[in-house]
């Protein structure tokens, strides 16, 4: 590589009126608490591009996913989870804005080489996997809630709906990533569209629930409970579903109850990786330095992260557990136990919905046979021994199916109506979906840029935001529940979030980085000491989220084969001289 000295480090920054801005920040500190406020939301922008990535097809599919498991016990997870990320994004942009380095090669020349690549390739690997679920929301939106009739399975394009469907998100994502790649008015405009799309969200959130309470139909003092953390139900199946699980026969009760304390696990990893992804420890750093912050802007970061993330997410999140609470917790979905209602009349099931139902009891005759070490009767039939097994059994698994967002919706529609349960919340999800899957591309946009070391711009970055598209073309194909793809992609992503919190935490004790910047005295303990808790949550998930998945002995592998990788990073940094980096 060129070496610092023939060749000028490349720059991120396309904001022009970087300069007006600092004035008018300062101008405005100095007139008074309120002056400043407005400045403050004015300028404010990464904060809520961060918002924009979190609220997608994995938080909303997390949630309500753990709203029908365990119903309001888990409020206060995502909030605590997000209020642990924002403390190392705050790291992060302390870091960024004092040095005014890019940090992949800040973390290459002054930590690890191998964290440095880690943190990026990971990040990558997170914007391909992760934009799956955010493209199957969309699609679920466009095809199941908004246009049924023109882009559904029975609609004007038949089959090539869902194509139909695809092309246009693809066109919408393509135009949005093209205005950020622009730069100047082009990224305003971007980030204000993010804005009104994070805005709608909520909004069209707030309503159902507003409908539910004016219905009466929310339990207020149970949903303020689940605000309180009870970390043992962790451990434990949810209050509601407990009677249920009393009512299996004994000899089937554990698999059951290992089966919803497997799902709890993995919800619990996933909710904590949607709040803050490994991708998001990206995003935030470069969008500030493309937008040519520095140390004058400190506080304004801290700000944008609190009113454009915390809130937005706090608020949407809270309203999908509070209506999927309502409508789905230990619930049996129509038509799955019995084909027929009460009138004789047949019911329709999503196919999706039947296909999760069918799986789990499918599982649980699979554990059984397991039990009696494989053997099973001669010539039995799977579909006639699931039909032989205890009402009580099928009830669970009918309450365990995974839901989609579009069964959330059909639940709301009876009281409701088809305004809001479809068209409003359809809304919704839609605009979850777009506006995470546009930030995924911008993201892998800037992650692709820092790869070649080259400015964030042109063909490079438009390349880069292009690949993500891969995963919608991936969804077209998916033929189980939109939504599904998520908490296993979630699960991954949260066991390499860890690479970027250790990293930040090692940059933050750096004061040959941080020179006359770095904190001292309280302030070092204050941060270090944040900075700590949020390490161990994200090592606890991580770890957690692999030992559940293949065991001790292998998670013990995966720990020692890194643990070297970085040791020989370290040795490799120590060899090469810092100009090298560059």
Request: glycine share 8%; charged share 15%; aromatic share 10%.
């Amino acid at each position: 590589m060129s070496s610092s000295s023939s060749k000028p480090p490349v720059s991120f920054s396309v904001n022009t009126t970087i300069e007006r801005d600092r004035a008018l920040l300062n101008t405005a500190r100095a007139k008074g608490r309120l002056p400043f406020l407005g400045v403050l939301i004015r300028l404010s922008g990464p904060g809520w591009l961060q918002s924009a990535i979190t609220l997608g097809g994995g938080t909303l599919s997390n949630s309500l996913y753990l709203a029908v498991l365990t119903g309001f016990t888990f409020l206060w997870l995502q909030p605590v989870a997000m209020a642990v990320g924002i403390i190392m994004l705050s790291a992060i942009s302390y870091v960024t804005l004092s040095t005014g380095e890019r940090p992949l090669r800040m973390i290459n020349r002054h930590i690890n080489p191998v964290l440095g690549w880690s943190w990026l390739f990971a990040s990558m690997v997170a914007n391909l996997v992760w934009s799956m679920p955010q493209f199957g929301l969309a699609l679920a939106s466009l095809t199941k809630l908004l246009f049924p009739q023109v882009l559904g399975q029975a609609g004007l394009f038949g089959s090539h709906g869902r194509l139909a469907a695809a092309l246009c998100i693809l066109v919408l994502n393509i135009l949005f990533l093209s205005l950020y790649s622009s730069g100047g008015k082009g990224m305003k405009i971007f980030e204000t569209i993010m804005k009104c799309m994070v805005g709608l969200t909520v909004f069209c959130f707030f309503g159902v629930v507003f409908v539910i309470t004016r219905d009466g139909l929310a339990d207020w003092r149970e949903y303020m409970g689940g605000f309180i953390p009870r970390v043992n139900m962790m451990f434990e199946p949810g209050p509601k579903l407990a009677p249920y699980l009393s009512e299996v026969p004994e000899q089937f009760r554990a698999f059951w109850t290992g089966k919803i304390l497997s799902d709890q696990r993995d919800f619990i990893i996933a909710a904590f990786a949607t709040a803050v992804g490994i991708n998001m420890t990206i995003m935030f750093p470069y969008s500030m330095l493309r937008k040519g912050w520095d140390r004058d802007f400190r506080g304004l970061a801290i700000f944008d992260l609190s009113t454009g993330l915390f809130i937005p997410f706090m608020l949407a999140t809270s309203c999908v557990v509070i209506a999927a609470s309502t409508q789905l917790h230990a619930k049996v979905p129509a038509g799955l136990i019995s084909p027929v209602d009460a009138s004789g009349k047949k019911i329709t099931v999503d196919a999706s919905l039947q296909k999760s139902y069918d799986g789990l009891l499918t599982e649980r005759i699979q554990w059984e046979r397991a039990q009696a070490g494989g053997a099973s009767p001669e010539n039995e039939a799977l579909a006639d021994r699931i039909s032989t097994l205890d009402i009580s059994e099928k009830t669970l698994a009918a309450m365990l199916a995974r839901r989609d967002a579009p069964q959330l919706a059909a639940s709301l529609e009876p009281l409701t109506g088809s305004l809001i349960a479809r068209y409003i919340f359809g809304l919704g999800i839609l605009g979850m979906g777009i506006s995470a899957a546009t930030m995924l591309m911008v993201i892998n946009s800037l992650c692709f840029c820092e790869l070649l070391n080259r400015p964030a711009r042109g063909w490079p970055q438009f390349v880069g935001g292009a690949m993500t598209s891969i995963s919608l073309f991936v969804m077209l194909s998916w033929d189980g529940a939109l939504m599904a793809v998520a908490t296993p992609t979630s699960v991954f992503c949260m066991t390499l979030l860890p690479l970027a919190y250790l990293t930040f935490f090692l940059l933050m004790n750096q004061k040959k980085v941080l020179k006359d910047a770095m904190p001292r005295g309280g302030k070092r303990i204050l941060w270090n000491s944040l900075m700590s808790l949020s390490l161990f949550c994200a090592f606890f998930g991580s770890l957690w989220g692999i030992y559940g998945k293949i065991g001790g002995r292998w998670t013990a592998v995966v720990m020692t084969v890194f643990t070297l990788l970085v040791a020989a990073g370290h040795i490799y940094r120590k060899t090469i001289s810092p100009a090298a980096e560059e």
